[in-house]
């Protein structure tokens, strides 16, 4: 069983950056997949990247560039820096830990100011 708790969203100006954290109650270590993904109002809920056990990443096309995500597994946290913020980007962030089984945090709202 593994609990995930995001942190670090808040209000920022475009242009601006943010640091997220998902901290995992469980040993991720044996999920081989983390990532982030959000949820914007009246949208479905889409990847932004993920990254495996190894440290391999997968990036939306809308990030590339501007987000990095990166894990800890000492630390049992995943993060995901985004620079660069835009309105666009606003919308609610989950954290997503996938192995045998797969588990949700309660989600971070990001909102971005023009």
């Known amino acids: 069983q593994v609990h995930l708790v995001e942190s670090g969203g808040g209000l920022v100006q475009a242009g601006g950056s943010l640091r997220l954290s998902c901290a995992a109650s469980?040993?991720?270590?044996?999920?081989?997949?983390m990532g982030w993904y959000r949820q914007a109002p009246g949208k479905q809920r889409e990847l932004v990247a993920t990254?495996?056990?190894?440290?391999?990443?997968i990036y939306a096309d809308s990030v590339k560039g501007r987000g990095t995500i990166s894990r800890d597994n000492a630390k049992n946290t995943v993060y995901l820096q985004m620079n660069s913020l835009k309105p666009e980007d606003t919308a609610v962030y989950f954290c997503?830990?996938?192995?045998?089984?797969?588990?949700w945090g309660q989600g971070t709202q990001v909102t971005v100011s023009s």
């Open positions: 997503n830990a996938r192995g045998t089984e797969e588990y």
């Open positions: 469980g040993n991720i270590f044996s999920m081989n997949n």
């Open positions: 990254i495996t056990r190894g440290g391999t990443t």
